[in-house]
């Protein structure tokens, strides 16, 4: 044996000895490291939703979603344009975000993009933009993109639909806040995960994000198996809640949503099709109920971060 292999095999001998010192050979570290690696897969965001009822205005909204622990805030464009028309200066916003460590990550809004009437279209996309401009002035990237104004019709055409989609990404995308094509379960046209992939798909633009709901995908019939055809890297933000066993989806509706792990929804097989590598998507805890409203809004947010870690570590 030459001196060259002798060192080389001392080499391997010591580095054996030192992980099987800490009780990781080879395989278990690796799969120690892929563990840590899906501990780390998700940001977690609170939807103002979950507290609206206590009508704490944007600011307190944030400060309460700083204090919890989350990484993240969804907030209602509503919220953010009544902070505005009182005073509120924007560049104070931002700041006081970026003080607390929190990120505004997508903004709810209502322009009825999708409709077929040119006129309304034409003025949801002004509206559209005036959004994005205050988005844009707090560091807001996203924007939700529902199908509002086409839900008691159904028939809409998706191919026209997917066009209009197009519209608003480009929009979107001159403004450097891009539109999340939303699933909205109880409409009557992309009430299905299935239709809001083919607009997504036929829209073309590469940019195209979905916004997907455990609620809406449940209420709208979709069959969760879709999301497993789903490219994770096409969904930014997951909105993330939970349903009571004592509803049929034709009965359910907003205000029934409750914590991520106290109902029957399926969420750890959801959670586990949103894992990708160095993937971060966003779940975001989204609620209407009232009961919740009535409670104390720093106490329902922390219980709602601690429920969703709970159902992702299932």
């Known amino acids: ?10 080499k391997m001998i010591r580095n054996t000895a030192l992980l099987s010192g800490v009780g990781l050979l080879p395989n278990q570290a690796w ?14 965001c609170l939807n103002t939703s979950t507290i609206m009822g206590q009508n704490l205005g944007i600011v307190q909204e944030i400060e309460i979603a700083a204090k919890a622990g989350y990484d993240g805030i969804e907030i209602w464009i509503n919220s953010l344009e009544k902070y505005v028309a009182t005073g509120g200066k924007l560049a104070d916003l931002k700041k006081r975000t970026n003080d607390l460590g929190i990120k505004i990550e997508n903004a709810i809004g ?36 529902p199908p509002a104004g086409a839900t008691e019709q159904a028939g809409l055409d998706l191919t026209r639909a997917a066009k209009r989609f197009k519209a608003l990404m480009d929009l979107g995308t001159t ?14 046209n992309l009430s299905r995960l299935s239709e809001v ?26 069959d969760l198996n879709g999301l497993k ?10 909105h993330l809640n939970d349903y009571p066993s004592n509803f049929k989806r034709e009965d359910i509706t907003d205000k029934d949503r409750i914590y991520p792990s106290d109902g029957v929804a ?19 805890l989204e609620l209407f109920n009232r009961d919740y409203w009535q409670k104390d809004a720093l106490s329902v947010a922390t219980i709602g971060l601690e429920k969703m870690k709970v159902a992702v570590e299932k």
């Open 1 to 10: 044996m030459n001196k060259e292999h002798r060192l080389s095999r001392r």
């Open 31 to 44: 799969e120690k490291k892929k563990q840590k690696q899906n501990a780390h897969q998700f940001k977690y």
């Open 110 to 145: 209502f322009a009825q993009w999708i409709v077929d009437d040119d006129n309304i279209r034409a003025a949801a996309l002004e509206q559209a933009k005036r959004e994005m401009d205050l988005l844009a002035q707090i560091g807001c990237p996203r924007i939700a993109a």
């Open 197 to 222: 992939l083919f607009v997504a798909t036929e829209c073309g633009h590469p940019n195209t994000k979905i916004l997907p709901d455990v609620y809406h995908l449940f209420k709208g019939g979709s």
């Open 266 to 284: 399926p969420i750890a097989d959801i959670v586990h099709n949103l894992i990708y590598p160095n993937g971060k998507t966003i779940l975001s």
């Open 175 to 188: 403004m450097s806040v891009i539109p999340q094509l939303e699933v909205w379960g109880f409409s009557k």
């Open 229 to 238: 055809i789903l490219n994770p890297k096409a969904v930014d933000i997951f």
